[in-house]
């Protein structure tokens, strides 16, 4: 079996889109191309989607200086800036009412550099327990850079959940549909990213697992290692492809390292 797994091909992240990627509409185009090619050889198509609120730790609106000025895009916030006070988060993050809590401390606490801050809960008048987001936040930041990968980097808002550039291309949707209607197959949706307070570039685990849903995503793994052939591509090279890829080839069988293709330009 052939699976292509699709990764953010998202109108956002091309030309137009807040966050567009160079050379996203070419990409696009070949994405499209190797669609319609191959369609009778593709036997299951996963699509992944960064979706976001705009209330997302690495949005501007989540954040604001002692003055109430937004952080622009692109600038990164340290662990150091959080404790300084030079960027204030937001106190009044909220869960949806389909997300029951936005901090599982079981969770929390089995992921690396875990254990649960003393001081990151508070307790409100009623004697409800609250969580300290300025706390949080030094958590969060301190854990990423900890990770030696990332800092907190603001980005524009992206990938808005019912808007236009949380879509997927015109083009590539349009050969995944003509996929469908062809092989009798059904693309496989995969949202990442909704949790307000950790980022998620990866498909199968967000940088910092919060809760059961930003945990490594095992089942989804375990279905895309039936495959014969894993044929990976989409925006961005640097961050969501790249990490998506890395993630499955870490838990790969090393047998088998010959299963998977990454697309590229």
């Not at 916030?77 to 988060?89: F, L, R, T, Y």
Request: with cysteine; net charge negative; charged share 25%.
């Amino acid at each position: 079996m052939t699976t292509l797994l699709l990764i953010d091909c998202q109108k956002d992240f091309h030309p137009g889109g807040s966050l567009a990627v160079p050379n996203a509409d070419q990409d696009a185009s070949r994405i499209t191309q190797f669609i319609r090619q191959n369609a009778t050889s593709i036997h299951r198509i996963v699509a992944t989607m960064d979706s976001h609120h705009p209330l997302h730790i690495a949005h501007p609106c989540f954040w604001s200086d002692g003055e109430g000025n937004r952080p622009s895009p692109f600038t990164v916030i340290s662990m150091e800036d959080v404790v300084s006070g030079k960027w204030i988060p937001r106190e009044d993050i909220k869960p949806s009412a389909l997300e029951d809590l936005l901090i599982d401390d079981e969770i929390l606490a089995k992921g690396e550099g875990g254990g649960i801050p003393s001081d990151l809960y508070s307790t409100d008048k009623n004697g409800n327990k609250q969580l300290n987001m300025k706390q949080w936040c030094i958590e969060y930041t301190r854990r990423l850079e900890a990770s030696g990968k990332f800092q907190l980097m603001i980005w524009p808002e992206h990938c808005l959940v019912g808007t236009e550039g949380h879509n997927y291309v015109t083009s590539i949707s349009d050969a995944m549909m003509e996929w469908s209607r062809k092989t009798g197959g059904s693309v496989e949706w995969v949202n990442k990213g909704q949790n307000l307070l950790t980022e998620n570039y990866s498909a199968l685990c967000a940088e910092v697992p919060v809760t059961k849903k930003t945990s490594f995503d095992y089942q989804l793994l375990e279905s895309l290692k039936t495959s014969e052939k894993l044929i990976m591509c989409g925006e961005a090279m640097s961050h969501c492809v790249n990490y998506t890829v890395r993630d499955i080839a870490d838990h790969w069988p090393k047998e088998e390292m010959g299963k998977l293709v990454v697309l590229k330009d």
